[in-house]
């Protein structure tokens, strides 16, 4: 995939440090490719359900970011991006102690871009990778609006 800014690492990343939804996550973005990109985060007692586990909706969260990211390295230098559709499965509890989620583009397009997420959680030595939870979401390149930052 060919990304439309050759700048679109660092508008990405530029990007990311305005997210304060983010750094309430304590999540940071690790690496940023066309049609890719990987955020890393740790389990926080303050982001879980009453059993302990990451909560559903702050692992959601950093899917969302993830996909939208991703899909946001291939957009115009111009332009913003937005959410419009997601399905999560959760498919085990996210205990941690640390979380790899990546965002993957599918199907690039001007305006609707399909894009597939997946956290994956495993131990301090990075090792023992386990999917958690996957998404699939649709992201849409916003051009022109007011009041939308890109």
């Known amino acids: 995939m060919k990304p439309a800014d050759d700048h679109f690492e660092q508008r990405t990343r530029d990007s990311f440090t305005r997210q304060p939804a983010m750094q309430t996550l304590g999540a940071t973005l690790k690496s940023v490719a066309p049609g890719a990109v990987v955020i890393a985060m740790a389990h926080h007692a303050s982001l879980t359900q009453q059993h302990g586990f990451i909560h559903a909706g702050m692992l959601a969260t950093a899917l969302d970011s993830a996909c ?21 499965n959760l498919l085990a509890p996210a205990r ?5 989620v990546e965002g993957l583009v599918l199907k690039p397009g001007r305006t609707i871009t399909v894009v597939e997420g997946r956290a994956l959680q495993h131990g301090a030595d990075g090792n023992e990778a386990k999917l958690v939870a996957t998404m699939t979401a649709t992201i849409m390149t916003v051009l022109g609006r007011a009041g939308l930052q890109h």
């Open 68 to 88: 939208g990211y991703a899909a946001f390295t291939l957009m115009p230098p111009d332009a913003a991006v937005l959410t419009i559709e997601f399905k999560v």
């Open 96 to 100: 941690g102690p640390l979380f790899r």
